[in-house]
């Protein structure tokens, strides 16, 4: 394999990370409103992504994998709703971690990654068709 | 790919030379199949080594890209990788196609040449 194939082969890595990476956006987004469902039981927490660089043995280049996602461990906010099932006995029932801004933010940045990794493909891909080309 | 390249451009130095020595039309002639001196074998066999190996580093590439598909379809793969395979296999054959159209109009322009 030549290097311009291997960076179609990292990139891909890249885009398979940042896929990951909006799934665990959705889910977060997704829950942000999901509460505890009995006294004293903790809500929904806040998920994070951790990647990490990993040796291709194949091809001797660096992919990134994104590892088993980690729990948010800060906080949670508590919400004056008396009515709901987790609600203690002042009537406060505990809410996620999330915060929607911060995973607008994230799923942005996974979005121009994913992007710059598409790019990198595309790129690559001209560079050994214009190559071929010469033959013509 | 690589090795594709590779090939064909030791069998355009083996064609260069072999044009040096007055044998190119029956190097070719014996890479088509057409006619066999016997004269030059070598220069023959490695442009049929190219061909061959160039179209079955092609079809292996596109058979991997085939089950990359299926995988894809029945969803097990991803879809990136099957994305990735598919252009490979495009960009092997299309190595291959163009590699071997450059050294048959090499060859037609040489039986074309008024001796």
């Avoid at chain 2, 020595?21 to 001196?37: K, P, V």
């Avoid at chain 2, 092609?58 to 879809?79: I, Y």
């Amino acid at each position: 394999m030549d290097d311009l194939s291997n960076a179609s082969v990292v990139a891909t890595s890249g885009m398979q990370a940042q896929s990951k990476r909006l799934r665990v956006v959705a889910e977060n987004l997704a829950n942000a409103q999901s509460v505890a469902i009995t006294p004293g039981g903790d809500p929904y927490r806040r998920k994070e992504i951790v990647f990490q660089d990993v040796l291709d043995r194949a091809t001797g280049v660096k992919k990134v994998v994104a590892n088993d996602t980690v729990e948010d461990m800060s906080d949670f906010a508590r919400e004056f709703r008396p009515g709901t099932p987790g609600a203690d006995a002042k009537g406060y029932v505990l809410t996620p971690n999330v915060v929607p801004l911060v995973e607008v933010q994230d799923m942005r940045e996974a979005q121009q990654t994913y992007q710059a990794n598409l790019q990198v493909i595309a790129t690559s891909h001209d560079m050994i068709s214009k190559t071929l080309d010469l033959l013509k | 790919m690589s090795i594709a390249i590779n090939a064909a451009l030791s069998a355009y130095r083996t064609a260069a030379q072999s044009g040096g020595s007055r044998s190119s039309s029956s190097t070719f002639l014996d890479a088509t199949g057409a006619a066999s001196t016997g004269l030059s074998s070598t220069p023959a066999s490695s442009f049929m080594d190219l061909v061959k190996q160039g179209l079955s580093s092609a079809v292996n590439t596109g058979k991997s890209a085939e089950s990359m598909e299926v995988k894809g379809l029945a969803g097990q793969a991803d879809m990136r990788d099957v994305v990735l395979a598919v252009a490979n296999a495009e960009q092997a054959l299309s190595t291959v196609v163009n590699v071997r159209d450059k050294v048959m109009s090499a060859y037609q322009e040489i039986m074309k040449m008024p001796i």
